[in-house]
T-cell receptor
Framework: DVKVTQSSRYLVKRTGEKVFLECVQD?????MFWYRQDPGLGLRLIYF???????EKGDIPEGYSVSREKKERFSLILESASTNQTSMYLC??????????????????FGSGTQLSVL | GENVEQHPSTLSVQEGDSAVIKCTYS??????FPWYKQELGKGPQLIID?????GEKKDQRIAVTLNKTAKHFSLHITETQPEDSAVYFC????????????FGGGTRLMVKP
């Protein structure tokens, strides 16, 4: 069965702390994504990666960075957490439909999410 | 860029009734429209999708319709059951924007037994 695993279900951090959110997929997917989910705003794309060591900004990358050192693992980093980064963070992955296409959002597989609270 | 609006934000129906959730999109170049269901404590899961060359698609009790001219698409759930209670997200994909998904704000559906 397809699986995307996020390391923490709940996380509480202090303002200014450096925060790491980890995501692992076991499906050999090329593409991995980080979204944040806020009530009424849906899911907004922070960053995505279509290959190891490759990253692309999404719609709201400010205050975040990412790391993809291995194909199965995609990390979201909050360099200096702020209260407005309190949110649900969702990791997702999918496979490239063809060799000629890079990141695509078709048929995403999501993790269960990490609820981050920054106090 | 693309803008997707979803209505209503909450929807309460009686078990057995139908539920309809509507989304509008702004970019006429959008060509793929998925729907995701998010149950409590879980990540969203794709339940049905439709491409711009098709007007309607059905899968058992769920169906999606697309009106390209009006730039809106809808999710229809018939004979609702308590296990349909969840948050539903629509989305649109625009090929020129690197195939990125733009999500609607979500609809919380509550099915009362």
């Amino acid at each position: 069965d397809v699986k995307v695993t996020q390391s923490s279900r709940y996380l509480v951090k202090r303002t200014g702390e450096k925060v790491f959110l980890e995501c692992v997929q076991d499906m050999d997917h090329e593409n991995m994504f980080w979204y944040r989910q806020d009530p009424g705003l849906g899911l907004r794309l922070i960053y995505f990666s279509y290959d190891v060591k490759m990253k692309e900004k999404g719609d709201i990358p400010e205050g975040y960075s990412v790391s993809r050192e291995k194909k199965e693992r995609f990390s979201l980093i909050l360099e200096s957490a702020s209260t407005n980064q309190t949110s649900m963070y969702l990791c997702a992955s999918n496979k490239n439909p063809s060799l000629h296409q890079t990141a695509t959002n078709e048929k995403l597989f999501f993790g269960s999410g990490t609820q981050l609270s920054v106090l | 860029g693309e803008n997707v609006e979803q209505h209503p934000s909450t929807l309460s129906v009686q078990e057995g009734d139908s539920a309809v959730i509507k989304c509008t999109y702004s970019d006429s170049a959008s060509n793929y429209f998925p729907w995701y269901k998010q149950e409590l404590g879980k990540g969203p899961q794709l339940i049905i999708d439709i491409r711009s060359n098709v007007g309607e698609k059905k899968d058992q009790r769920i169906a999606v319709t697309l009106n390209k001219t009006a730039k809106h698409f809808s999710l229809h759930i018939t004979e609702t059951q308590p296990e349909d209670s969840a948050v539903y997200f629509c989305a649109a994909v625009t090929a020129w924007a690197g195939n990125m998904l733009t999500f609607g704000g979500g609809t919380r559906l509550m099915v009362k037994p």
